[in-house]
């Protein structure tokens, strides 16, 4: 089969250098401490009669920092729970997608975890998005507010994110100390956000990851919401007169300068024939951990389902957590 990317032996090598601009911290310390001045005020409801009898699930609400109602679902084992005797993993969605079925966290459940599965605003689950962009943009929800990072939707979405951990562990059961972060594809550069953006995930296991070196993303992806953001520029800026600010403010939202960041063991899996999240995006975030990590490499898969690999993150989640 024919490399999408650069050969294995260049990837496992490459490590671009970071774009974050020098305010990148102060960026996000003053986003954090703007969303910890909001009440979560989260509301959760038990899901009665639901054919998993081994399970208790609720339906979860809670506050994004600009008042937008963000849902989830959060699955405890059935039984009760000593104060601070789960472990918790969370969930984030790929693009597009929703925060799943409760059975979807079925197996973490049955390893004797609590789980929080979080929808992102505005796609195609049951959060709206309150925020307001000040231009146009492509369709999608890659570019907007593409021009200002204050405004950039991404900036609420990874706050909504970091807030799914206040609410995780304002649960008493829930052992604040030994929590993960996981997704695929756009769940994957969630889960780098996260970790990167908050000390508090102890393990990290992106699949995939998306919204990883934006520009080399833009430059070589054949398919995937990337084309946005060409398509973006064919309709607001023909001749590429705005694109060095387009790149300066998708850089605080770059997995490869949260990679940098992350203090979690982390677990990566990178697929070889992936076009839409392009193997050298993955390995520029890879590349940069300087923690503790472990890579699973599928040289014949692409963007795809991993069943497989699922078994890989229970395993290193029971070893770790």
Not at 108 to 122: H, L, Q, T
Not at 136 to 163: F, H, N
Request: with cysteine; aromatic share 12%.
């Amino acid at each position: 089969m024919p490399n999408v990317d650069y050969p294995l032996s260049q990837l496992l090598q490459y490590v671009p250098e970071l774009t974050a601009e020098p305010d990148f911290d102060a960026f996000w310390d003053r986003a954090k401490a703007e969303s910890s001045k909001v009440a979560l005020d989260a509301k959760i409801e038990l899901v009665e009669n639901h054919p998993l009898k081994s399970i208790r699930i609720y339906d979860v609400v809670y506050n994004g920092t600009d008042g937008t109602p963000i849902h989830g679902w959060y699955v405890t084992p059935q039984g009760e729970h000593g104060p601070g005797s789960l472990p918790v993993i969370v969930k984030y969605h790929g693009y597009s997608g929703d925060r799943g079925r409760p059975n979807d966290l079925l197996q973490w459940a049955a390893m004797g975890f609590a789980a929080f599965a979080v929808d992102v605003r505005g796609q195609c689950g049951a959060s709206p998005d309150y925020a307001v962009y000040p231009q146009g943009s492509s369709p999608g929800w890659m570019t907007l507010g593409l021009l200002d990072p204050e405004a950039y939707y991404y900036k609420q979405v990874y706050l909504d994110c970091i807030r799914a951990l206040d609410f995780v562990v304002s649960r008493e059961e829930v052992d604040a100390g030994r929590m993960a972060v996981y997704g695929g594809s756009q769940g994957g550069g969630l889960a780098l956000a996260v970790a990167g953006l908050d000390s508090r995930p102890k393990l990290c296991m992106p699949v995939f990851p998306y919204l990883c070196h934006f520009r080399r993303s833009v430059e070589q992806h054949s398919t995937g919401p990337y084309a946005e953001i060409k398509n973006w520029f064919r309709r607001f800026d023909p001749a590429h007169e705005l694109e060095e600010q387009v790149y300066r403010t998708l850089s605080y939202f770059d997995g490869m300068n949260m990679a940098a960041r992350i203090q979690a063991k982390t677990l990566m899996a990178i697929t070889l024939q992936d076009t839409t999240c392009p193997p050298s995006t993955c390995f520029a975030a890879y590349n940069h951990l300087t923690v503790e990590k472990e890579l699973k490499l599928y040289p014949d898969f692409g963007h795809e389902a991993l069943p497989f690999h699922e078994e890989a993150m229970m395993r290193f989640a029971d070893q770790y957590l």
